[in-house]
C-alpha cells in the first residue's frame, strides 16, 4: 500500500517548464511502479510516463509518444517521483495524477493501478 500526494501545479504560459512532484509514504513507497497520467476533457485518463524498479537497485522509465522528448521523470532519495514537463502546450492542460502498483512493470491501463492522488491541475494559456 501506498499514500501519494501530487504537487506543482498551476497556471503557466505555452512554452513554460514545470515540474510535478509525486510524495509517497507506506510500505512499497521505494519498490511500487510510480506512473503519471493526465486527465483531459472529453478524452481518457492517459498514461504518460513511469518509473519502476529493478533488481540491482535500477530504475527504469518508460514514456508515451506525447511527452517523449519533453518529458522527464525522475526520483530522489526520499521516495518522491517528479515529472519535469518542457515546451508545454495547451493541450497538455488537464489534471495530473500519480499512480501506484505492485509489480515491475509501468502499465498503460489506469485499472492497474490501485492507489492514486488527488490529482493537480496544470493550465496552459496560449
Known amino acids: 500500500q501506498v499514500q501519494l500526494v501530487e504537487s506543482g501545479g498551476g497556471l503557466v504560459q505555452t512554452g513554460d517548464s514545470l515540474r510535478l512532484s509525486c510524495a509517497a509514504s507506506?510500505?512499497?513507497?521505494?519498490?511500487?511502479?510510480r506512473s503519471w497520467f493526465r486527465q483531459t476533457p472529453g478524452k481518457e485518463r492517459e498514461l504518460l510516463g513511469g518509473?519502476?524498479?529493478?533488481?540491482?537497485?535500477?530504475?527504469?522509465k518508460d514514456y508515451a509518444d506525447s511527452v517523449k522528448g519533453r518529458g522527464t521523470i525522475s526520483r530522489d532519495n526520499n521516495n518522491t517521483v517528479y515529472l519535469q514537463m518542457s515546451n508545454l502546450k495547451p493541450d497538455d492542460t488537464g489534471v495530473y495524477y500519480c499512480?501506484?502498483?505492485?509489480?515491475?512493470?509501468?502499465?498503460?491501463?489506469?485499472?492497474?493501478?490501485?492507489?492514486w492522488g488527488q490529482g493537480t491541475q496544470v493550465t496552459v494559456s496560449s
Open positions: 518509473i519502476a524498479w529493478r533488481s540491482g537497485a535500477k530504475y527504469v
Open positions: 507506506g510500505p512499497c513507497a521505494s519498490t511500487c511502479v
Open positions: 499512480a501506484a502498483r505492485e509489480g515491475t512493470l509501468v502499465s498503460p491501463g489506469k485499472s492497474a493501478y490501485p492507489w
